[in-house]
């Protein structure tokens, strides 16, 4: 059943639960008048899902595993494989996933194009779904922030460079520590707060990243957010509205809002002080998203909190994320290290001794030892993630009913043979040597985008903070190749991806990351 139908028919039934309690008193009696309407409304609401298209694509593992809940279970907790398996049975076919939240089709790249502008196809929809924004406030980001990010942001990023690189400097030692030997160090929680530093820098400003409060209140949101959705999505939808309630991720949630209001409230004191001006240059997203076209919601406190907690979310999951992924590929192939130290050594500085946004772009083996991470360890396992807001039919005649969500099997694709060669071999140099081609220079980027690049999405919903979290991965990844070594523990291996659905393979408190340690001390060169 179609998200949206099962929603409209739930509303429908309690305006007829309405209606009937009314019946039952005009009419007089015991109840004969609310039994009247509560037939009735059953038999309109079952009509109309029978008489309702139904989705006419094969669903995966239906005839292997014959209890829809036991497929549900196979997407929460083994969805990698099973897109894999998916991709493999029906590489050029829509085909569907039974999940919590009803059938989900996974689509080949060729409808991507078609799909990707169509207006009846929201990306915002079926990320609020996905991370549950009626509990967590977390989802897709407003179409103001994005337009803000594109127009103003992501230009200043030359300025910010600078200013991101010092942050990291001057948190280095403290947040990730200074050793004199070989020393287990569970990197989850010290990466997850030096980019919480420098992403409150870019996103609230400099009083934000100076903070102790304000860091751990954003970043314990990410953290509580994801164990919040994982908690949720253990119930039925309709029960998720009482669930909500009285579990504890929830209650966490509203605390860490609760710490961080106040840090808003503070610098809109302070802008309106100064007549509306920059808190400081270059400016944030605090200071873009309140002025210009948005400065008539520039005070709204609520507003304005929300902004900050989505930016921190949104920002702040894939780049740390990303960055424990590539220290723990580093410790897992250690021959690396002395390649990309080189690289960051020989990379240029501005006078402050700083990497400038073209010295980061031009560290090119670190680009790609990141991307073959990304490729191997995707955050994503899906992305193009679209629910339509009405129905449509494809090109190949396949009706897709109003509420119908849909994805790219990403991850799959990126352990395509056929794509890319002895895939599933860890290969840190691979998309540096595809740059070396000639009229490929330009091509295989970490921040790239086309229907073999799809970590970022597709088409105008394509990722726009793509470019921040590039710099702050390489900024952070850069400072810890130039000051430790690493390795992995004494007959430790590299500790499996632990992943929830395909929203997210990351190290949150609930994976192996949060028990697994890297070996550091300080760089040997």
């Known amino acids: 059943m179609a998200l949206s139908s099962l929603v409209e028919d739930t509303m429908f039934m309690e305006r007829c639960a309405r209606f009937a309690k009314l019946a039952t008193i005009n009419l007089g009696n015991t109840g004969a008048g609310a039994t009247i309407v509560i037939l009735c409304a059953l038999i309109i609401v079952f009509g109309r899902q029978l008489l309702r298209p139904k989705l006419k694509v094969p669903i995966l593992l239906e005839d292997e595993v014959r209890s829809p809940k036991k497929r549900r279970l196979a997407y929460c907790y083994t969805p990698k494989e099973l897109m894999e398996k998916g991709y493999e049975q029906y590489r050029d076919e829509i085909y569907g996933l039974d999940t919590n939240d009803g059938i989900k089709l996974v689509l080949p790249v060729r409808f991507l194009d ?90 609230h400003g400099t009083a934000a990243s100076q903070s102790e409060e304000w860091v751990d209140a954003s970043t314990g949101y990410v953290l509580s957010t994801f164990d919040c959705i994982q908690a949720l999505k253990a119930w039925p939808p309709y029960l998720r509205p009482l669930v909500h309630r009285f579990i504890p991720e929830r209650a966490a949630i509203n605390d860490q809002w609760r710490r961080a209001r106040p840090f808003v409230e503070e610098s809109l004191k302070r802008k309106n002080a100064l007549g509306g ?37 949104v920002g702040t999951v894939t780049t740390f994320a990303s960055i424990v992924q590539v220290l723990y590929d580093l410790a897992d192939n250690p021959e690396y290290i002395p390649i990309l130290r080189e690289e960051v050594e020989q990379a240029d500085r501005d006078e402050d001794g700083h990497f400038t946004k073209d010295a980061v772009f031009e560290m090119k083996k670190l680009d790609s030892f990141i991307k073959e991470s990304q490729r191997l360890h995707a955050p994503d396992l899906s992305t193009f993630q679209r629910a339509a807001t009405a129905d449509i039919t494809l090109s190949n005649g396949l009706f897709i009913p109003k509420g119908t969500k849909l994805e790219a099997p990403t991850a799959a694709i990126q352990v395509d043979e056929g794509i890319y ?53 390489k900024l952070i990844v850069a400072e810890i190749l130039l000051n430790y070594d690493i390795k992995l523990g004494e007959g430790q291996k590299r500790p499996a991806d632990q992943r929830f659905e395909a929203i997210v393979s990351l190290p949150f408190r609930l994976s192996a990351f949060a028990r697994a340690f890297c070996q550091m001390k300080p760089s040997s060169n």
């Open 421 to 473: 060669p002895d895939a599933q071999k860890f290969d840190g140099l691979r998309f540096y040597r595809q740059r070396r081609k000639p009229g490929e220079e330009n091509k295989h980027l970490y921040v790239s985008v086309g229907l073999n690049d799809l970590s970022f999405g597709f088409g105008r919903h394509a990722c726009p903070g793509r470019y921040l979290g590039h710099i702050n991965i």
């Open 277 to 313: 001006k920059f808190l400081e240059e270059p400016g944030s997203m605090l200071d873009y998203m309140t002025s210009g076209k948005n400065e008539a919601i520039a005070y709204d406190v609520e507003k304005q909190l929300l902004y900050q907690m989505t930016l921190v979310a």
């Open 114 to 203: 078609e799909l990707k502008s169509n207006p009846h196809m929201s990306f915002v929809v079926s990320i609020d779904n996905d991370m549950q924004k009626d509990y967590t406030y977390f989802g897709g980001a407003p179409d103001n922030v994005v337009n803000a990010i594109k127009a103003k942001f992501n230009p200043s990023l030359g300025a910010l460079t600078p200013v991101m690189h010092e942050i990291v400097i001057r948190n280095r030692a403290r947040i990730m520590g200074e050793y004199q030997n070989w020393t287990p160090v569970k990197v989850h929680d010290r990466v997850l707060k030096l980019a919480g530093h420098s992403n409150a820098r870019v996103f």
